[in-house]
């Protein structure tokens, strides 16, 4: 079992739509949750930041962190065209410890 | 500022052959790290370097290496190259060391082996 699972889709939603992207994970030592937005052609870029459970809102972003059942969640509201580009999560255990990151889902906002 | 910039762009190289990658971060920041990104196995940690130190190194053969300069700049070798390191190289670049800091990747180096 890989340490983080992320379905890699395609998703496709209409503009305006609701979107719901999660991992799973399976080391229960991840502290750590982040969300990285990669265009095509470009490097990934941080979404969102997470430190243990709870959730995190900016802008129309969401992300959501449960412990308990080793998942999280990035919720996109108000989608646009603009948002599509594969999202990665990634997580770590602390301190300097290195990132394991999901393969990433491919999301399309059609007009 | 500039952003984190990584030459070259675009390299088709062949097996056995051995390549060198360049990554300059932004100004000011000291820690540089090395991803590489495939669609089988996503984005997997190479190793990260601080103040020319490697503090952190993922699950890669010897064949990969890296050093950072005294400028922060930093290169990643590998050589014997096999046709499974054809990848996208991502570097990142963050001021400070450890997961507080916001790491900030360049565009990559799309490397094929032939």
Known sequence: QKEVEQDPGPLSVPEGAIVSLNCTYSNSAFQYF???????????????????????????????????????????????????????????KGGSEKLVFGKGTKLTVNP | KAGVTQTPRYLIKTRGQQVTLSCSPISGHRSVSWYQQTPGQGLQFLFEYFSETQRNKGNFPGRFSGRQFSNSRSEMNVSTLELGDSALYLCASSFGAGLGETQYFGPGTRLLVL
């Open chain 1, 34 to 92: 982040m969300w990285y937005r990669q265009y095509s052609r470009k490097g990934p870029e941080l979404l969102m930041y997470t430190y243990s459970s709870g959730n995190k809102e900016d802008g129309r972003f969401t992300a959501q962190v449960d412990k308990s059942s080793k998942y999280i969640s990035l919720f996109i509201r108000d989608s646009q065209p603009s948002d599509s580009a594969t999202y990665l999560c990634a997580m770590a």
